[in-house]
């Protein structure tokens, strides 16, 4: 990887809510359609995951500032594997990972959907926080989660998507994911489910 390849600009910074990283800033890079988790919405999340956070196995599956997966480890998760098809996204992220001597993760260049097929862990969390535009690849990712059986017996899926895209009417959802909670803010909507199996 080239020094240019790998430079970044960050257009702005958020901050991890809690844990051992508290106050510390991430950078919001310059790449299209990145839309970091804000930190309101982050704290009502980690709050609701509190009391299964700790020791968890983690996956973003659009990573991009990589503050999801960040947050969880700062929170005691015990690994997270960030999935980015945007080159920059990676690299910064990777830049991130480093500089917080954070080796409890992998960050991967890959479209999901691709990895997906080819994955063969269990997971405790699994987060899906496309960009808006690629809310249509909800449904897919879903499918290649059940169809590989990537989950523990019971685990916890965070769904974030854009106030006009209701994803209960594409009929999407396993019976089997129970809603454990839903925010509905001005323009996003978010969803945290429970697949019990």
């Not at 947050?71 to 991130?96: P, Q, W």
């Amino acid at each position: 990887m080239s020094k240019n390849k790998s430079r970044f600009s960050a257009v702005g910074k958020i901050r991890i809510i809690g844990g051992k990283w508290k106050g510390r800033k991430i950078p919001i890079i310059q790449c299209a359609n990145v839309r970091p988790t804000t930190n309101r919405i982050r704290e009502m999340l980690f709050s609701w995951l509190a009391p299964i956070i700790s020791g968890a196995i983690c996956l973003d599956c659009f990573a991009g500032s990589g503050a999801l997966g960040l947050e969880s480890l700062s929170r005691g998760a015990n690994k997270v594997t960030f999935l980015d098809n945007k080159y920059m996204c990676i690299t910064a992220l990777m830049t991130i990972i480093r500089s917080f001597l954070e080796y409890n993760s992998e960050v991967i260049y890959t479209d999901c959907r691709s990895w997906l097929r080819r994955a063969i862990a269990a997971y405790d969390v699994i987060f899906l926080d496309p960009p808006f535009q690629d809310n249509v690849i909800i449904p897919e990712v879903i499918f290649l989660l059940e169809r590989y059986n990537l989950f523990k017996k019971e685990s916890w899926i965070y769904i974030e998507t854009s106030k006009n895209k209701n994803i209960f009417n594409v009929n999407i959802i396993p019976s089997y994911w129970f809603l454990y909670r839903k925010k509905t803010t001005q323009s996003i909507v978010c969803y945290l489910f429970v697949r019990k199996l």
